[in-house]
């Protein structure tokens, strides 16, 4: 059996080797690239004109696409060229009969998790992705960004996964060699530097550990102006004498407190337990670099009633669960309570953003704000292991903050500390504490975004009024009725005039000018369109990092037709913030209208539910509609039943739900409250509002429930 042509994508390594020759001109390269990102996958001919050539006709597009067509064949040999490509009118495909990648085996072998498997992932990631191409355009170059940040993260991971299982000479050449790749490109990289800590003392070349220590403390400093994190610390402790006189710096006593690095027999505690140290020691660590320290009396003997798992109102999952209860407001002034609510909001936001945790949605803990409620209740009711609550109370210029840390199954205060800042910006203390939280979290649990170390250093402050104004408008936007909605969307214009960088105003209009025109409720719906995905695009501008702006415009190419755009920016949108209840939730939703597959629709809508069990009733909306795709008709009425309040979308799955069952009569009564809704409803209407084509098979799907229901394109009878 004949070689296949390796397609090489990581580092400057030369794009095609073995059976092939070299590619002409760049962007044929760059078209090879993407196809063989996305190996035994139908390509759509659109995306890569869009991608390649935005700046061109449609039909100059076209042309130049064809021509690179010719020359990627001709690079090819011509046995492999005649069965390498799938190709049809609308769309390409690159076979991996044929064809191997070196992105997609990286992929394939993380997901196998050995340690020789991690060995061989390890010693492909040559670099970043495609970094000797120079991109040309910029819509490429966006994609191409986006998917190198997510792989350096992935192998940010690995190399330090890697260093916990090697134990064969291979394991530990390619996680150095690999580790060493990545501080190549970025210095700060912590999870690289712990990574060769830790293989050096395993290795037993202790002073290697102290240098590399040393390396990581001035990178830190010297870029981001911050310290190691505090596993860092833990584990050169851990190293044998010699190797701490050398590391005896300040960063190095600043952490006497905390216990040396758990010896190998100590750890082979059970996985509960060892999650049970991580979360603690996470959050202890998240907040123990805040301002001043004041001493709190020792909290760890106190203890709560503790929870039951048979009482648990869902099942635990399997990874470290944690609910942070809002924080409380001891201020003189209720002034301060919107400020009190965001600090919240930014704490589960950013501890969200890492995929080893569960963290259950401030949507659901915010439920218990000025309740007075034990901690195995809200446990057991959140279906959590940990509680994080505290408050916050200002005096003059100087915040001051309680937290403790709460193993609700045994009901044990495993952390209690006080900490306040000597200033009168709350955002210096919101930034710190969030920030601390996460990468406290990400060193411990893994999977982290490396370039959220530069994001941070960047980040600026916001003007406190135009934060006010945000504040307003994000309690107005999720409340929904028109007069909510118009006025969040005038709030966040305010926001933005005052602070024209301000990512999240701009997202907020967004969201606002979407959901009048969604609902009807905007007079002028062509120009609010218009406004709101040009918000949109701006809010992704001014930060990247923030999935709910990759949320609100995934929307936005939706109901314009950009159904790759939509589906690319929903996953990022994920990626960035894997716990975000609501994205998971709306992207189970159009899942099935932007790639057809309504079981795992069901599935999603489902798991968004699970991280915020007192979730709102748009949830139940879009796992209706999800049922009524996948055919699930009895599941979807079942579901549709628990709403107080429809939607058109609900009563349209609603209606054809039960027409699909033969329950006519209490279809024709759905599909009266359309008509209610909206008197003139098109059933072509509503599936252009959804971005879907006619011909697309849960187009057809939805068209044959509600005509058995009697609706049709135009004002029914």
């Given amino acids: 059996m004949p070689e296949k042509v390796e397609i090489r994508l990581f580092g400057d390594t030369g794009l095609l080797s073995g059976n092939s020759h070299l590619l002409r001109t760049r962007k044929s390269a760059l078209v090879v690239a993407y196809l063989a990102f996305h190996l035994d996958q139908k390509v ?52 991996e009969s044929v064809v191997s990648s070196d992105v997609v085996i990286f992929e394939q072998l993380l997901a196998a998790g050995d340690e020789a498997s991690l060995a061989q992932a390890a010693d492909i990631y040559k670099g970043d992705l495609l970094s000797g191409i120079d991109i040309p355009d910029d819509a490429f170059e966006e994609w191409a960004g986006n998917e190198r940040r997510r792989l350096n993260a992935s192998a940010s991971h690995l190399v330090e996964q890697l260093s916990l299982l090697a134990t064969s000479e291979t394991s530990f050449q390619n996680a150095i060699s690999l580790a060493t790749r990545l501080l190549a490109s970025d210095r700060t990289n912590e999870e690289a530097h712990r990574s060769l800590i830790r293989i050096y003392l395993k290795q037993g070349r202790s002073t290697a550990a102290a240098k590399q220590f040393s390396s ?82 020792d909290q760890s003997a106190q203890s709560e009633e503790p929870a039951s798992l048979e009482r648990m109102a869902f099942p635990l999952p399997e990874k470290p669960s944690i609910a942070v209860l809002p924080l409380v407001n001891l201020s003189n002034d209720p002034g301060q309570e919107r400020y009190v609510d965001g600090l919240t909001n930014d704490i589960i936001t950013d501890l969200s953003r890492f995929g080893d945790l569960a963290v259950i949605a401030a949507y659901s803990t915010f439920g218990y704000k000025g309740q007075t409620v034990g901690i195995q209740t809200v446990a057991e009711q959140l ?27 045994s009901g044990k205060h495993l952390w209690a500390e006080r900490y306040s800042v000597e200033s009168d910006d709350i955002f210096g203390l919101q930034d710190e504490l969030t920030k601390k939280v996460a990468f406290a979290i990400a060193g411990l649990g893994g999977s982290v975004v490396h370039d959220r170390l530069s994001l941070a250093k960047q980040k600026r402050k916001v003007d406190l009024t135009a934060y006010d104004y945000f504040l307003l408008a994000s309690e107005a936007r ?104 609501d994205v998971m939730a709306e992207w189970g939703w159009n899942m099935i209208f932007l790639t057809g597959d ?31 795709a996948a055919g699930q008709y009895e599941d979807a009425i079942a579901t549709l039943k628990t709403i107080e309040t429809h939607v058109l979308d609900s009563r349209v799955a609603f209606a054809g739900s039960y027409a699909q ?49 009697g609706l049709s394109d135009g004002p029914a009878g």
């Fill in 44 to 95: 759509p001919r659109e995306r890569l004109r869009r991608l390649l050539w935005s700046d061109r006709a449609d039909e100059q597009a076209a042309g130049s696409l064809r021509r690179a067509l010719v020359d990627i064949r001709k690079a090819f040999l011509e046995e492999d060229a005649a069965t390498a490509f799938e190709v049809d009118t609308q769309s390409l495909c690159l076979k």
């Fill in 216 to 297: 990581c403390e001035a990178a830190l400093k010297e870029e981001l102006g911050v310290a190691p994190e505090e596993q860092t610390v833990l584990l050169i402790r851990s190293a044998p004498e010699e190797a701490g006189s050398l590391t005896a710096s300040d960063t190095v006593s600043r952490h006497q407190k905390y216990p040396r690095e758990a010896s190998p027999a100590q750890t082979t505690l059970s996985k509960t337990h060892r999650n049970s140290w991580i979360v603690a020691v996470a959050l202890c660590a998240c907040l123990g670099i805040i301002g001043a320290l004041f001493f709190w009396p």
């Fill in 383 to 409: 279906g959590v292991h940990y509680v994080l609550k505290g408050s916050v109370q200002k005096e003059g210029n100087k915040f001051r903050l309680n937290a403790q840390l709460i193993d609700a199954l």
């Fill in 478 to 581: 999720f409340n929904l009725t028109p007069e909510n909605i118009t006025n969040a969307g005038e709030l966040c214009e305010k926001a933005a005039e005052l602070d024209p960088q301000f990512s999240r105003a701009y997202m907020c209009i967004a969201f606002a000018k979407y959901l009048g025109w969604l609902y009807g409720w905007i007079e002028d719906p062509d120009t609010a369109l218009k406004t709101g995905f040009a918000a949109a695009k701006q809010a992704v501008a001014l930060d990247r990092s923030e999935a709910e702006a990759h949320w609100i415009l995934a929307d936005y190419y939706q109901i314009t037709g950009q159904i790759e755009e939509a589906i690319d920016s929903y996953k990022t949108a994920l990626a960035l913030n894997p716990n975000h209840a």
């Fill in 598 to 628: 309504a079981p795992e629709g069901v599935k999603t809508v489902k798991q968004a539910m699970r991280l915020n069990p007192y979730h709102a009733e748009w949830y139940r909306h879009g796992l209706g509609n999800a049922q009524y």
């Fill in 661 to 709: 069952l033969g329950q006519m009569k209490e279809a024709e009564e759905q599909k009266a409250f359309i008509l209610g809704l909206q008197p003139d409803f098109s059933i072509a209407e509503w599936l252009v509002r959804h971005g879907v084509t006619e011909d697309a098979n849960v187009a057809k799907h939805f068209r044959e429930g509600l005509e058995k229901a």
